[in-house]
């Protein structure tokens, strides 16, 4: 059996019948034999970034891990912004590389290259892999494979890469001759479950905080078990959008430099933060990590031993475990939570007065780009996807979207590549092209990702692609004018910024094109028509300089955003703690 035939034989029985990528000369074999297998399809994707990402769009819908290839050289290079983004945020990827025949490889010798496009890919990837390794005895590759898939699917997820050299893919083998991984048993960390269960029924000011290690099915169904039974007032990160349907009446928002203002008012004044599933970083706490939680204590669940003990905030007890396993264990000892209602009642006074949309009419002046954020609630329905891209629009979409019952917020946190919303909807409609997809752009990153509009049109994808045009990059615009005087070099067509004509390039890739205004956005009939088109690309222009509020500046306290509240309000919220 060729030994390519055997890779994509083992990706099938995995489960994963799609796999992206760019062919290349170094990985023809590979692509050849996924042509050759009925059940799994080759995506040529037209850049090998758009492959990463889409793997790992593919990835997150799937509840699988994604499969993204790549030839040799530039190929595996251009694959390296993806890789590192699904290595930051735990998502599970299996990237292989094709590499030069081993003959021509240059192993230890002291010169920069032997063969032609050759490059020591897994040099460079193994600080942002799980498990990096060059494949290059036939004999070696069930066991390569087997334990790559351990490694991006146990523990914290994450990506792995297998650097293949061509003339091992087109080995022959025997299967029956090939030797398996078999993975080492860890020891489960001890867990104190009855002081737990005691300081979460003794809190007086209880909150629950979930992020991305939250977001499995399983998890999900725990979680809502523990909030039917306590109703626990709850927060999410950025990534922990979509564990909960947030139309939960104890649902307070997202928290962080751009959390929303009472979600972020609400935790500083918990005696007790149950924190699943998140590194707790400063994104989320602010810069002021000792003024987090003050007077309060966290139980801090993690699935990576390593966040637990390299961490700033010391009022944390630390448990080592997956989220699922803890909700589970803790689900069945009938806690029974003793906080006062003035606490929930506190809460969603605090949500009434500073919710989202009451900061829209009263602190931002440029409303336009949170007209369509509303107008995104009033069209989508229960299990759509939103993915967002990275600048003002993500926040934007963050801080304005109510993710109904089963929806999706598939988004990037840790590396945050513009160019990211296109290539990751694309994997998430091959994942379940019966889901209607929202692809959230900003003009910058929409220009950095085009590639991927070819593969909506080409297999008819159903994915809305939404570009916010403020002919600026918007998120440093708003730091050049706080910090900078307002010199916008690179980021306003004054500095160097051009945005295309979006229109030919919707008509160059065979898209619906739709251009519109706040004004529009009142026109039922034009947005009806809009949202119900399989795809299309809607240019949604704003005009003047945009902002994101809140906005949390560096070493202020995560409950004093800008713009700050009035001496009033500020002297009555304390008054109220």
């Known amino acids: 059996m060729k030994l390519s035939d055997y890779i994509v034989n083992y990706f099938e029985k995995q489960g994963v019948h799609v796999m992206f990528g760019y062919i290349g000369g170094m990985i023809t074999h590979l692509v050849d034999s996924i042509t050759l297998n009925e059940n799994v399809h080759f995506v040529q994707t037209y850049h090998e970034q758009t492959a990463a990402i889409a793997a790992e769009g593919y990835a997150k819908e799937s509840g699988k891990f994604g499969v993204a290839i790549a030839t040799s050289g530039p190929g595996a290079t251009n694959m390296m912004t993806g890789i590192a983004d699904a290595y930051f945020d735990s998502v599970p990827v299996i990237y292989i590389t094709g590499q030069v025949n081993t003959s021509e490889y240059k192993y230890d010798k002291p010169i920069r290259q032997q063969g032609f496009q050759e490059t020591d890919v897994v040099s460079i990837v193994k600080p942002i892999t799980k498990y990096a390794k060059l494949v290059d005895k036939a004999l070696d590759i069930r066991y390569e494979l087997e334990k790559a898939t351990y490694y991006a699917m146990s523990g914290r997820r994450g990506p792995v890469l297998l650097d293949i050299p061509m003339d091992i893919q ?5 299967p029956d001759m090939l030797l398996g991984f078999v993975p080492v048993a860890e020891e489960s960390a001890s867990i104190d479950y009855k002081a737990i269960a005691e300081m979460i029924a003794n809190a007086q000011c209880p909150m629950l905080l979930v992020g991305a290690g939250c977001l499995s099915e399983v998890a999900k169904i725990e979680i809502d078990k523990f909030l039917t039974k306590t109703n626990i007032p709850i927060l999410s990160s950025l990534l922990g959008r979509g564990v909960i349907d947030e139309t939960y009446s104890n649902y307070l928002g997202m928290i962080g430099s751009y959390g929303n203002r009472n979600a972020n008012m ?6 007790l933060l149950i924190a699943l599933g998140t590194r707790l970083d400063t994104r989320q706490t602010g810069a002021m990590v ?6 309060g204590k966290i139980i801090h669940v993690d699935i990576d031993s390593n966040e637990l003990e390299n961490h700033r905030l010391t009022n944390r007890i630390k448990v080592h475990s997956d989220v699922f396993s803890f909700m589970k264990k803790v689900n069945t000892l009938n806690i ?3 906080y006062k209602e003035e606490w929930i009642s506190y809460l969603l006074k605090l949500k009434d007065n500073y919710k989202q949309d009451k900061e829209i009419e009263r602190f931002v002046e440029n409303k336009a780009p949170y007209r369509f954020m509303q107008l995104l609630n009033n069209y989508s329905k229960e299990n759509d ?4 891209d990275i600048g003002q629009n993500q926040m934007w979409a963050a801080q304005t979207l109510q993710l109904k019952k089963g929806q999706k917020f598939i988004t990037s946190g840790g590396l945050a590549p513009m160019g990211f919303s296109l290539p990751a909807a694309v994997g998430t409609a091959f994942a379940n092209p019966d889901k209607e997809i929202f692809s959230i752009n900003g003009d910058g990153g929409f ?9 909506i049109s080409q297999y008819n994808l159903p994915i809305k692609v939404i570009v916010i045009n403020n002919s600026a990059l918007g998120m440093i615009t708003q730091f050049q004018h706080l910090y900078f005087d307002g010199r916008m070099s690179g980021t306003t067509i004054k500095g ?7 229109k030919n390039i919707s008509a160059a890739y065979g898209l619906e094109y ?7 956005l009142k026109n039922k009939i034009l947005m009806d028509s809009i949202f119900s088109t399989r795809n299309c690309i809607i240019e949604y222009l704003t005009e003047g300089l945009t902002t994101v509020s809140p906005k949390l500046e560096y070493n202020k306290p995560i409950e004093m955003p800008i713009p700050l509240l009035s001496e009033e309000e500020q002297l009555k919220y304390e008054q109220n703690k």
């Open 266 to 271: 609400g935790i500083a004044n918990a005696d």
């Open 514 to 520: 739709f251009k519109i205004s706040e004004d529009d």
């Open 447 to 455: 220009h950095m990702s085009t590639q991927s509009l070819m593969l």
């Open 385 to 388: 996807v939103f993915c967002v």
């Open 496 to 502: 160097g910024y051009v945005v295309p004509n979006i």
């Open 170 to 174: 087109r080995a022959e083998i025997d």
């Open 290 to 295: 000792d003024k987090f939680l003050e007077h």
């Open 336 to 338: 029974k939570p003793t």
